[in-house]
């Protein structure tokens, strides 16, 4: 796998169904979107309330080396943009929906797509600075806070 440089969720080239796909780390979508559950739980939850498909939607692999708590290695999960999209609105929180906008611009440059004029406001120049610093209002609403 291959980590591209991203601001919010590191976007990276992995395999998915003998195809190299963008992908997410389904840990580290987990954490930016501050989920309750543990890990496990809550992506299992997810599979299966949700019915995404190992090999299209995401792909389960083992690290190498010793888990640093003891027992047995972490399962690890590295999921589709379009499934991590889905786990991001799902979530029904700011900061869903912030990954959700997120993913799609993504997706836009990759197509090679312009950028609605709405996300351009949103993005501003600074490409997800805005983001990246923790705000959840919107930068032209009059309203500033952080996450």
């Given amino acids: 796998m291959r ?3 991203s601001k919010l969720i590191p976007i990276q080239k992995a395999q998915l169904g003998g195809s190299e796909v963008n992908a997410v780390s389904g840990r ?10 543990d890990f496990t739980t809550w992506i299992k939850d997810h599979v ?5 498909i190992e090999g299209q939607d995401f792909e389960v692999f083992t690290e ?11 399962k690890e999960y590295m999921t589709s ?10 979530q029904r929180t ?4 912030q990954a959700r906008l997120y993913f799609i611009e993504c997706e836009r440059r990759a197509t090679g797509k312009q950028t609605s004029k ?12 805005y983001w990246s610093m923790g705000y959840t209002s919107h930068p032209h609403s009059g309203r500033k806070g952080a996450a």
């Fill in 28 to 37: 580290d979508l987990h954490a930016f979107l501050e989920v309750g559950k």
């Fill in 48 to 52: 299966e309330a949700f019915s995404f």
């Fill in 94 to 97: 700011a900061k869903g929906k």
């Fill in 3 to 5: 980590r591209a440089s």
């Fill in 64 to 74: 190498n080396g010793e888990n640093p708590k003891g027992g047995r290695p972490a």
């Fill in 81 to 90: 943009i379009s499934m991590a999209k889905e786990l991001a609105m799902v």
């Fill in 118 to 129: 709405h996300l351009n406001r949103w993005l501003h120049a600074g490409e997800c600075k």
